[in-house]
């Protein structure tokens, strides 16, 4: 069915050649995985909502200036983005203690940390995305000190701004993981962009009166409900309705955004 070319398939999307050179087209998957992909499931309509959170996230973040591959939303599992050289590195920023921050340093879960924390993790699944220092970033050349500077810049400007968005929607953003990656220009210029997703398969949301987690923790922890908790960020982002859609037809979609409507950036 599918004739374009696969660039590159990982646990959760799919990314294909996109339309025109210097394009591709990012697809959501319904596969769940955790720990280093030894625990698999498929979240029926869960990629369709990643689709939808991403996208608005993305959005709102390039209106007030930051730099991210998202061009528009395609379809219910697919984006046109910019392809870029992904910096190997996730970025993984922090509010609250929590996952492998709380396990490393014995902290108590939820404790809120004395100021926002970043990390960096090696991309290698062969090793498991191990912690590393900006001295490994820069000895290895994964990235320069200045890429590194820009990364953190970005990465900070990036939860100021989604905390105060989580919130809003009674939603306590406690840590999340980015991406980067260096996007080349016509004449040689190469700017560091916002990759990947943002959605709540790489975020921790918990909602702010009841600590309830809504997010991949349900599935890492078999807590149920992942896909009702997906659902539920998505409808107070405002990009669902919250009609009951028969069991198995998945969440209804609102036409609020139009196709194309995304800004490039
Ligand atoms: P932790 O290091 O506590 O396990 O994860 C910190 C944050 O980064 C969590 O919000 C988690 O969802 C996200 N994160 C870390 N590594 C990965 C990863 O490999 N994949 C995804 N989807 N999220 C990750």
Same mark, same amino acid.
């Given at each position: 069915? *599918?004739? !374009? ?89 922090? *509010? ?18 004395? !100021? ?40 900070? +400007?990036? *939860? ?39 959605? =709540?398969?790489?975020? +921790? ?30 409808? +107070? ?7 009951? =859609? ?9 036409? *609020?955004? =139009? ?7």
């Amino acid at each position: 069915m *599918n004739k !374009r070319r696969r660039i590159y398939e990982g646990k959760a999307k799919v990314l294909y050649e996109g339309p025109e050179p210097g394009t591709l087209i990012q697809h959501f998957k319904d596969d769940a995985t955790a720990f280093n992909a030894q625990k698999k499931a498929v979240i029926d309509g869960k990629g369709v909502l990643n689709n939808r959170i991403s996208e608005y996230v993305f959005m709102r973040l390039g209106e007030i200036g930051v730099p991210t591959h998202f061009i528009k939303r395609i379809n219910m599992r697919e984006q046109l983005i910019r392809e870029v050289e992904i910096i190997p590195l996730e970025v993984v920023i922090r *509010n609250v203690a929590a996952g492998s921050l709380a396990t490393r340093l014995g902290l108590e879960e939820g404790m809120q940390l004395p !100021r926002s924390i970043v990390e960096f993790y090696y991309k290698a699944d062969a090793l498991q995305d191990p912690l590393v220092s900006e001295e490994h970033i820069t000895a290895f050349g994964w990235a320069t000190p200045a890429e590194i500077d820009e990364v953190m810049q970005l990465a900070l +400007r990036i *939860n100021d701004f989604l905390v105060g968005l989580f919130l809003g929607i009674g939603i306590r953003l406690v840590d999340f993981k980015v991406e980067f990656g260096r996007l080349y220009d016509q004449d040689g210029q190469v700017r560091i962009v916002l990759a990947d997703e943002i959605s =709540p398969d790489c975020c +921790r949301l918990w909602d702010v009166h009841t600590n309830e987690k809504m997010d991949k923790d349900r599935f890492r922890k078999d807590l149920g409900g992942m896909l009702e908790a997906y659902q539920e960020v998505a409808r +107070r982002l405002g990009v669902l309705t919250e009609t009951r =859609p028969p069991k198995g037809t998945g969440p209804i979609l609102v036409a *609020n955004n =139009p196709v194309g409507s995304g800004k490039p950036n």
